[in-house]
């Protein structure tokens, strides 16, 4: 894909990506007034996708609050927290991630495509994170990438609204383009015509519509399950997600500090590492992602649990998935075997300078 393409896919902020040709960072001032301004939907229907994106997490918060003070007992509020760091995150990056955006794997039929999409509940529209993380792969930690490290914390944090959209001034043949990137999920997109009107590829109608069936369907799943106890602790705890997930970047790159460890960070291209915990409860080993970011695993080592992997080969078993790419076994070659190579001889020169008598 054309570099120049994906310098133009996203709408630049007020205050631009760069000054002096340098990545310019902007105030918490500048921030706030653009995040206001996006948050705006009087002012232009187009924002109506940034809107969103804040107003499905606070939907969650009532099932919350219905929880806490009607239906709150340890076991539930441990199911509702697994659901959120487990779940939901183990089939975000199953779908958003993996396929979504890498196309690591490919589905042998629309249903099984349909299942995995509808898996949880559904908070974030594909189109909001496929194009913008290819441009954060394309421009990893410089001018453009929408959800850049040294941007901060609240750079992160509300890159979906500062950052993230599409641009509104896209050409046909880019628009085009740009649906091309989310149109293997299933997206009904907009007509050109469309899109100048609403300023996203898909339609405020049927989004809207997919999402409220998917969150009626799940309610009535759970509460099948157990009760409106169960089904508002899921609900309610899957806001720790809907915002969690927003705050990653900024952690999963070292807070623009370089914590990459020798022997578990391998890929040097940025300050990406590897976090046990998001990687054990979803599988996203973000180093290794970043070193091979259109496999099926992100697991490369035999400690790094990988969830997201575990549910794709579950699904190729069911014939779901017609095949995968998976970098395993050359990553092994050239990255870790020979560091354990080097490893191993360092340390066994180490002792021998160690038991080597004393110079006279």
Request: with cysteine.
């Amino acid at each position: 894909m054309s570099d120049n393409f994906l310098q133009r896919v996203l709408a630049p902020p007020p205050y631009g990506w760069t000054r002096d040709s340098k990545f310019y960072k902007p105030t918490v001032r500048e921030m706030l007034s653009h995040w206001f301004a996006r948050m705006n939907l009087f002012r232009d229907r187009r924002n109506w996708l940034a809107v969103s994106g804040w107003a499905w997490p606070v939907a969650l918060l009532p099932f919350a609050v219905v929880f806490f003070t009607q239906y709150f007992s340890w076991t539930l509020a441990l199911a509702g927290f697994a659901y959120a760091m487990v779940v939901l995150g183990t089939v975000n990056i199953v779908w958003l991630h993996r396929f979504g955006t890498h196309r690591a794997f490919t589905f042998s039929h629309p249903l099984y495509r349909f299942v995995i999409r509808n898996l949880t509940i559904r908070i974030i529209p594909e189109e909001v994170y496929i194009v913008s993380h290819h441009v954060h792969h394309t421009y990893s930690e410089q001018a453009g990438d929408p959800y850049n490290v040294h941007g901060g914390r609240l750079y992160c944090l509300l890159a979906a609204e500062l950052h993230q959209g599409i641009a509104r001034d896209l050409s046909p043949a880019d628009y085009a383009r740009t649906v091309s990137l989310v149109a293997h999920t299933g997206v009904i997109a907009n007509s050109y015509t469309q899109f100048q009107r609403w300023g996203s590829i898909c339609h405020p109608g049927w989004t809207s519509l997919h999402f409220a069936l998917n969150w009626a369907f799940w309610y009535g799943a759970l509460f099948l399950i157990g009760g409106h106890g169960l089904a508002c602790a899921i609900f309610g705890m899957s806001a720790i997600w809907a915002v969690g997930i927003r705050d990653f970047n900024f952690d999963a790159h070292g807070g623009g500090k370089d914590k990459r460890r020798d022997g578990v960070d391998f890929h040097r291209g940025d300050l990406s590492i590897n976090q046990l915990f998001a990687g054990t409860v979803s599988g996203e080993w973000h180093n290794n992602h970043h070193l091979y970011p259109s496999g099926a695993r992100s697991g490369f080592l035999w400690w790094q649990l990988d969830t997201a992997w575990w549910l794709i080969r579950l699904v190729k078993l069911l014939g779901g998935v017609s095949s995968y790419r998976d970098f395993k076994e050359r990553f092994l070659e050239k990255h870790y075997r020979p560091w354990a190579k080097q490893h191993a001889e360092l340390l066994h020169d180490a002792v021998i300078a160690q038991k080597a008598p004393p110079p006279r």
